[in-house]
């Protein structure tokens, strides 16, 4: 009850200007009373515009009334002052840089709570009481407040701009509909903005949607991303076993191969020791019948020497020389060259099914559904600089313009040796293609391929013809007609082509897009897939003397 007393004082002996206690109180005749000096001060502002009115109840008054001291409520204000009581604001309630400031306080000024749309002023807690006291008052729009309100004064007229021009799409006041905007479209502001926000819930819903949109891709993204990694994770681990398996497949051989070897090394060692202990024998057998010739030899009795002649037995033929003079000087040579075989054809098997294992995985075709681009500016927008790569181009292709164009013609050129270099008339660009890319190419001849394609096709035989294979889109040129090819399957269009087309790719949406390029942009084919690899641009051949040139756009 007592902070209720204090807050019937403060709102009687406050003055409602500068919300302080009331000095040299004076009361209109509409019964408010306000600080002399704060009237005073209020109604100098107002005699520039001809009207005084009460800051409070705003009753206007036909002349500025002359004022006089509130004897009664000055003593009573004296008797609150000598109790101690004194109402100031806190100073937090005071407005600061950045605060919308009461447009009705004098001296020192308060924060607005509430800015009205009628009155085009902004008031703070005590001076908009009467907007919520006095019933004309009551009708105004209050809004949070705001430093733009002069923005709703039409700069011509001063008049509240209560009007929006259809015809102009702007707002202004009602004067204006009778001179400069006369004649036009013209409805309530209130209206309009009904319209428009109609138009703005159907926006908000747009975008909630593609958010929702953006967000199921995320979530199928990252869903993509663990499936990714488990896959991943469960190779690895999966390979290493296999790997580890088949070392020790491969370690077990050797170690069996090993085995065998040194079997057969003891074997044969054996056989060839029992076989120099023979010849041992033999030799030393040998030796002593040569020395008992040698002795026969020097006999000089001539008779002895006929009598022990015929007791000396005939030499036996050796039963080893031939077997070692054909044996042959190779033992394990064949074990070395069949484990040589074996390291080859386990390359070659190697080699071989490691080019089938598909390293590059394909992404998860989420289609971000950015819309193509519709006139040629917003072509432009993704243009990309191309440049073609003479290590690719066939010998009979005359590059010139900084490699930017390319002419098909009789003379082999002088270009070096490189395994990139197409056997076919076709080159392609030095540049990898992805994100979003648009080029433009020019051609005159009578016959050309326009084509994209990975960096992985190949560049001899049939196979790396453009049209024929399964990593290159080409769009076949003809003068009054066109032909979109992919892997030996054409799509004809009826289509005229222009002498420039222009290519649209975004890679990660796998959209490609040919068009012919006029005064405006025609589709003549678009191809929708998933890319895998990095494209690059191309072109082919067929007649001598035709061209192509990549624009510089």
């Keep these: 009850m007592a902070q209720r007393g204090v807050q019937l004082y403060r709102e009687r002996f406050s003055c409602s200007i500068c919300l302080d206690l009331l000095r040299d109180p004076v009361t209109t005749s509409c019964g408010h009373s306000y600080c002399m000096s704060c009237i005073k001060d209020h109604w ?11 800051p409070q109840c705003r009753k206007a008054f036909n002349r500025r009334p002359d004022l006089q001291k509130n004897t009664l409520l000055a003593e009573l204000v004296e008797d609150l002052k000598k109790t101690g009581f004194r109402h100031a604001p806190a100073d937090h309630c005071y407005a600061g840089p950045g605060d919308v400031a009461c447009d009705v306080c004098t001296g020192r000024k308060m924060k607005a709570v509430k800015s009205c749309l009628v009155c085009l ?31 709703n004064l039409c700069s011509r007229h001063d008049e509240v701009m209560k009007i929006f021009c259809r015809t102009d799409q702007q707002s202004i006041c009602y004067l204006c509909t009778m001179d400069e905007h006369k004649g036009h479209e ?39 991303v663990e499936v990714i990694n488990v896959s991943a994770n469960k190779t690895v681990e999966d390979s290493e076993k296999i790997f580890t398996e088949l070392m020790r497949l491969l370690q077990k051989r050797s170690s069996e191969v090993k085995q065998q070897i040194r079997s057969q090394q003891e074997t044969k060692t054996k056989r060839l020791k029992d076989l120099q202990e023979k010849l041992e024998q033999e030799i030393t057998e040998l030796k002593r019948k040569d020395a008992e010739l040698d002795q026969l030899s020097h006999t000089e009795d001539h008779n002895q020497f006929l009598l022990n002649y015929p007791s000396l037995p005939a030499l036996s033929e050796s039963t080893h020389s031939s077997s070692i003079n054909d044996r042959p000087l190779r033992h394990f040579e064949d074990v070395t060259a069949a484990v040589l075989e074996l390291r080859e054809k386990l390359q070659d098997i190697l080699r071989d099914m490691w080019t089938n294992v598909p390293l590059t995985v394909p992404l998860l075709d989420v289609r971000l559904s950015e819309p193509e681009p519709k006139t040629r500016n917003d072509f432009l927008k993704y243009s990309k600089r191309i440049t073609l790569d003479p290590n690719t181009a066939n010998k009979r292709l005359f590059l010139s313009e900084g490699n930017k164009k390319v002419t098909l013609v009789k003379e082999s050129q002088c270009y070096f040796g490189h ?129 192509v040139t990549f624009i510089e756009l």
């Design 121 to 151: 002023a902004s008031y703070c807690e005590y001076h908009l009481q009467p907007h919520y006291d006095a019933p004309p008052l009551k009708k105004h729009k209050l809004i949070p407040p705001t430093k733009r309100l002069q923005e």
């Design 419 to 547: 395994p990139d270099r197409f056997t076919y008339f076709q080159v392609l660009s030095r540049e990898s293609l992805t994100g979003r890319c648009y080029w433009e190419v020019e051609w005159s001849g009578k016959r050309v391929d326009v084509a994209v394609s990975y960096k992985s096709i190949s560049r001899s035989g049939q196979e790396c013809e453009f049209r024929s294979n399964d990593k290159c889109w080409s769009l076949y040129c003809c003068t009054g007609w066109c032909t979109c090819w992919h892997n030996s399957v054409g799509n004809l269009t009826l289509v005229p082509v222009s002498s420039r087309v222009g290519v649209y790719l975004d890679h990660r949406a796998g959209v490609l897009s040919f068009y012919r390029v006029s005064e405006t942009m025609t589709l003549l084919h678009r191809v929708q897939t998933c890319f895998t690899q990095p494209l690059h641009a191309g072109v082919g051949f067929y007649d001598n003397g035709d061209s």
């Design 186 to 224: 013209t409805v309530p502001a209130a209206a309009e903005r009904t319209e428009k926000q109609k138009e703005l819930q159907v926006r908000r819903q747009q975008i909630q949607q593609r958010i929702q949109n953006r967000e199921e891709d995320m979530k199928l993204l990252q869903q993509e």
């Design 44 to 54: 100098d502002e107002e005699d520039q515009k001809g009207i005084h009115s009460c």
